[in-house]
């Protein structure tokens, strides 16, 4: 079970006081990706519309005439409550008689706010509502409304075609990018992670360029034609309304920096809780065998009391802000009603503008607060475009530079010549190291971990380059040959046996997509996979999910044996192909490894030493040099670093003092034909 983390016997979580929240960190309780450079960013991430700009453009006019005809709609609106409001009043007044003499009369008997609302207003006497210009009025109000949604519908279709688009080419460009980036950039990173940027931090571009980058560009657009309207109809009013924003952003930055306070205390609760759980059902065995299921539950009921005092509180602060917000707007409202009412009552304005301006300052707050969440769903797309970015401008693995070619079928001499390598400079690995191995052999690479084992075969393989030296197939330089064409005459068993998402059938055919299925059952016959594959209900038709959960860690790993026996290469490389299996299976394995390695050059790594008795030479190696080599007799009988490992493993009495010597390197060690000095140079050349 993993170790128990103290916790603080504190009920609250303390942050430093000198921690400084973003603005946008407390929205919506979520923590916003940052890009470490946002604007470098922003500008590659618009670059992207780059080969789509005339769709974008025509976007972007969709969206202007959209805004356009929903901010003039409320005018037109308040002229038509002008022609109700002028109707009224007129059918009340005397007909024939002119509207000045009117308005004089009504000053001379002292009821000037009666005067004044007809001297603002355009009343004829005795004229009643006018349907039919109200009627055309009220259709052009809905016809703009009409237009403006069809405006932004279209917009919306062009967008999402023109996002999918380029999300679409992103995701080609990663593909593409992932096939030339060296083994060593995985090497480096955790694969959760480079796996997130090519599906979470993609889908997340496309949120934030279908949704956000439409909403900001509309919501800002709205902004500013409903504040110009605003002052047009009147900015007297208009300055009543602006007060809201400076009120609004107080209450957000005050109460707001308080809340991202609390709701980082609740992810630190929420983490420390989730951190229990992972423990509980990961060590659930051990937590009953040590029968301690009520210390377990104590745990939980602590860490999850802190968790709801800090949501708690994180919750019902942040939930004041939006309350107190439309406080201010619903404030603003009256302020505009009654001072509107005024200047009607005083025949400064009329009603209709009054009605409109309440509707656009109803509406003006709308797009602000869509701004506000749009930009931190902006700014986590931008982020998440940056990781994407990086991914891309990773440096790629050299070019090849194909100058040779080799036949179908080649011989598989492999020859080491001086060779040199380091993961890192200062850290050499392999130093000057020269081997052959003969066409047909099995030469077996043994050793502590850290050794070089695995690396020795990744440089056959050209995963990594060299530092110094070369390597030779068949008398040509690996690096003059393709990589497709070098790893074409390569078969590779790993230690940890992947199987895709198919059947049977499909899964040894994988390693030569062209077999027929009399070839799969042979090359699964050869194998010792047709044994336990006829008694599956589907035999070869059998689906398997990529964990391969029905079959066992042998039968999985027979079924790799059969896809690379299929490939018929000339050089064969079994890394640990056996070290996850049981005794029993093994010996299966074993015989299947046997008919994969007949005729053709073999290289095997194994910790096993019981796997590699059969080879035909045996390389004992340590820091990246090769100590000791021969067969597993003539080894044994030298009693070196070999003869150490094997004893380790199945004597299990070894002198101390005399192993240590050997596995430390202080006993000279002897090879018979072929000293080895300094473990640096060795050589493997047997006759058939």
């Known amino acids: 079970m993993a170790k128990q983390k103290k916790q603080k016997e504190t009920e609250e979580f303390e942050l430093p006081d000198d921690y400084q929240p973003d603005a946008d960190d407390w929205f919506g309780g979520q923590p916003a990706k940052k890009a470490k450079h946002f604007w470098p960013s922003a500008k590659r991430l618009i670059g992207l519309l780059a080969p789509e700009k005339w769709l974008f453009s025509l976007v972007v006019l969709l969206v202007v005439g959209s805004v356009v005809l929903t901010v003039i709609a409320p005018k037109v609106l308040g002229q038509a409550m002008d022609v109700i409001f002028n109707g009224i009043l ?14 004089e009369g009504a000053r001379a008997e002292g009821n000037s706010r009666f005067a004044d609302v007809l001297e603002g207003a355009n009343v004829v006497p005795g004229q009643g ?18 237009v403006a949604s069809f405006l932004m519908w279209l917009q ?28 060593s950039y995985f090497d480096g990173r955790q694969r959760g992670d480079v796996l997130s940027r090519v599906t979470n931090d993609v889908d997340n571009i496309q949120q934030a360029l279908q949704q956000a980058f439409s909403q900001l560009v509309q919501s800002l657009l709205t902004v500013i034609g409903i504040a110009a309207m605003m002052f047009i109809v009147s900015w007297q009013l208009a300055l009543i309304a602006l007060i809201a924003l400076p009120l609004s952003g107080v209450i957000a930055g005050v109460v707001g920096v308080r809340a991202q306070k609390l709701f980082v205390a609740q992810w630190k609760h929420t983490g420390d809780l989730n951190g229990h759980i992972e423990e509980s059902f990961t060590g659930h065995e051990l937590v009953r065998i040590f029968n301690r299921d009520a210390e377990m539950v104590e745990e939980f009921d602590r860490r999850n009391e802190g968790l709801f005092e800090a949501a708690y509180k994180a919750q019902a602060l942040s939930g004041t802000i939006m309350p107190a917000m439309q406080f201010v707007q619903y404030l603003s409202y009256v302020l505009i009603a009654v001072v509107g009412a005024l200047r009607v009552t005083a025949g400064q304005m009329t009603l209709g503008d009054v009605t409109a301006f309440i509707q656009y300052s109803r509406e003006f707050s709308q797009p602000i607060g ?47 010549e001086d060779v040199s390598f380091s993961y890192e400079p200062e850290r050499p690995l392999i130093e000057h190291l020269s081997l052959e191995a003969s066409p047909g052999h099995t030469v077996a690479i043994v050793g502590p971990t850290g050794a070089g084992k695995t690396t020795l075969v990744n440089l056959v393989m050209r995963f990594y380059e060299l530092d110094g030296g070369r390597i030779l197939l068949d008398g040509v330089d690996i690096t003059h040959l393709s990589r497709a064409e070098l790893r074409g005459h390569v078969g590779m068993v790993l230690q940890d046996a992947w199987l895709f998402n198919g059947t049977i059938r499909e899964n040894i055919r994988y390693g030569r997509l062209d077999a027929t299925d009399e070839e799969v059952v042979e ?56 070290s996850s299996v049981d005794t029993r299976t093994e010996v299966l394995v074993q015989k299947a490894m046997q008919a994969l390695r007949a005729d053709r050059t073999s290289f095997v790594i194994a910790h096993r030493l019981s796997t590699i008795r059969d080879a035909d030479t045996i390389l004992m190696m ?10 597993h007799e003539d080894l044994l009988e030298r009693r070196g670093a070999y003869y150490a490992l094997y004893q380790s493993q199945f004597a299990g009495e070894v002198d101390e003092e005399h192993a240590e010597e050997l596995l430390t390197g202080s006993v000279p060690v002897t090879t018979g034909a072929v000293t080895v000095v300094d473990g640096s140079e060795a050589r493997i050349d047997q006759t058939e």
């Open 129 to 146: 509502i006018d349907f039919g210009l109200l009627s055309r009025l009220i259709l052009a109000v809905l016809a703009l409304y009409l």
């Open 90 to 103: 007129g059918k009340q007044l005397p007909a024939g008689v002119p509207i000045e003499q009117i308005i």
């Open 156 to 183: 919306g279709y062009l967008l999402n075609r023109l996002v999918m688009r380029i999300v679409y080419q992103l995701r080609e460009d990663i593909e593409s990018k992932i096939n030339r980036l060296p083994l």
């Open 370 to 416: 869509e701004m506000a969440g749009m930009a931190n769903m902006l700014q986590s797309g931008v982020a998440s475009a940056e990781r994407t970015f990086e991914l891309l401008d990773a440096e790629e693995q050299d070019a090849d530079t194909a100058s040779e070619h080799l036949p179908e079928r080649t011989a598989g001499r492999v020859v080491f």
């Open 523 to 578: 090359a699964a016959k050869a194998t010792m996979v047709d044994r336990f594959v006829r008694q599956l209900p589907e035999g070869y038709d059998t689906v398997i999910e990529e964990n391969a959960s029905s079959l066992s860690a042998g039968e999985r790993q027979l079924l790799t044996i059969a896809r690379a026996f299929i490939a018929n290469p000339s050089l064969l490389i079994l890394d640990e192909a056996t």
């Open 622 to 631: 340590e820091s990246g040099r090769i100590v000791e080599q021969g067969s």
